[in-house]
């Protein structure tokens, strides 16, 4: 039986695991999504993904955390969710404006305020503006 497109979705763009539910939560409206958008946060926990980095030493005492591959599922106010992009090199699972619209650049504004007020925190919305940073 084939997926269901929401099942596809959460799976992981990079080595097709099911991945774990993260975060769940309304789409920021600079965004420039259709009021009522839910943007789900995934997480690949599969060890063996091309896009893991498992932790690493940095010279002779720093750790550097692992890092797994995440992505964001948009959902339509009416609970669709928009056909998958062509995953870490596309443009992931939203339907994005032009990289030129005031809408793109909102969204952009908006993800670098988010990275420098997460800083020291997650790393999470750095991570995800550097993801859209094209
Ligand atoms: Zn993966």
Known sequence: MPDTLQEEARRCPACNEPGILLNKRPAPRSAGMPQGTTVEMYECRNDRCPDYMPPMLAGTSTMVPGQRYRWAVQINPDGSIPPKG?????????????????????????????????????????????????
């Open 86 to 134: 062509t995953g870490g090199s596309g443009p992931k699972s939203f339907s994005m404006p032009g990289a030129t619209t005031m809408a793109a650049q909102r969204a952009r504004d908006n993800l670098a305020m988010l990275a420098a007020q997460d800083e020291g925190n997650a790393g999470l919305a750095a991570e995800i503006a550097h993801d859209t940073r094209y």
